[in-house]
């Protein structure tokens, strides 16, 4: 399954950016589709954004379209997440997981990382 290792939270003023990062290990990265979830406090895990493979596809929750930017570099086995404008609303843990499909980009994903906390202040 490999490993997944979430890093870049911190606390930030409502307005402000971050950048997240996932570095991947154990497993082919550029073969699979990646993507980025969080859970606020108190609530369930929900889908943040999307990549395929070669990064040239992007999907992203209606929530965060257009202030969050996912991104991948397939030599680095990383995966980011530029977060712009940040509301006290994306408060949550933030989660990279990996794609379920071998070669595919289908938005299933069979394993996520720890996780790294993001706090918005109003």
């Known amino acids: 399954q490999g490993q997944l290792v979430e890093s870049g939270g911190g606390l930030v003023q409502a307005g402000g950016s971050l950048r997240l990062s996932c570095a991947a290990s154990?497993?082919?990265?550029?073969?699979?589709?990646m993507a980025w979830f969080r859970q606020p406090p108190g609530k369930e895990r929900e889908f943040v954004a999307h990549?395929?493979?070669?990064?040239?596809?992007?999907r992203y929750a209606d929530s965060v379209n257009g202030r969050f930017t996912i991104s991948r570099d397939n030599i680095q086995n990383t995966m980011w997440l530029q977060m712009d404008s940040l509301k006290t609303e994306d408060t949550a843990v933030y989660f990279c997981?990996?794609?379920?499909?071998?070669?595919?980009?289908?938005?299933?994903?069979?394993?996520w990382g720890q996780g790294t906390e993001v706090t918005v202040t109003p």
């Open positions: 997981a990996k794609g379920k499909t071998l070669m595919g980009d289908s938005r299933e994903y069979d394993s």
């Open positions: 154990g497993f082919t990265f550029s073969f699979y589709a």
């Open positions: 990549i395929s493979r070669t990064g040239t596809v992007t």
